[in-house]
Nanobody
C-alpha cells in the first residue's frame, strides 16, 4: 500500500524559508514522478513542482521558479521542497503526490496517490 507522508510545514515570516519532506513507502518509486501541489482556502489545488525519480528531471510552476526547489533522496525514498523567499500568497496546504506515468504532469488528475497535506502559513 502506497503511503506518502508530508512534514515540515509551519508558520514563517515573509522572506523566510521552509523545507517540506515527503516520505514515500509501499512501492518501488524509481519509475514514478513525484509532485507537490498546494491549495489555499477557497481556491483550487494548484501545481507547484514535480520531479522524475529516475533521472531527477524537474518541472516548476512559474509562480515559484527561482524560489522553490524540488529534489529527491533515493536512499531515503524522500522528496523535498525547499521553499525560499516565502510570500504571504504561498500560504496553503501543501500536498505530495505520486504519478505512475513518466510525464512531469502539472495536472492533479494525473497523480494516483496523495499525502494528507501539511500547512504552510506565511505572515506579512
Amino acid at each position: 500500500q502506497v503511503q506518502l507522508v508530508e512534514s515540515g510545514g509551519g508558520l514563517v515570516q515573509a522572506g523566510g524559508s521552509l523545507r517540506l519532506s515527503c516520505a514515500a513507502s509501499g512501492r518501488t518509486f524509481s519509475s514514478y514522478v513525484m509532485g507537490w501541489f498546494r491549495q489555499a482556502p477557497g481556491k483550487e489545488r494548484e501545481f507547484v513542482a514535480a520531479i522524475r525519480w529516475r533521472d531527477g528531471s524537474t518541472n516548476n510552476a512559474d509562480s515559484v521558479k527561482g524560489r522553490f526547489t524540488i529534489s529527491r533522496d533515493n536512499a531515503k525514498n524522500t522528496v523535498y521542497l525547499q521553499m525560499n523567499t516565502l510570500k504571504p500568497e504561498d500560504t496553503a496546504v501543501y500536498y505530495c503526490a505520486a504519478d505512475r506515468r513518466f510525464g512531469l504532469s502539472i495536472s492533479s488528475d494525473a497523480y494516483d496517490y496523495w499525502g494528507q497535506g501539511t500547512q504552510v502559513t506565511v505572515s506579512s
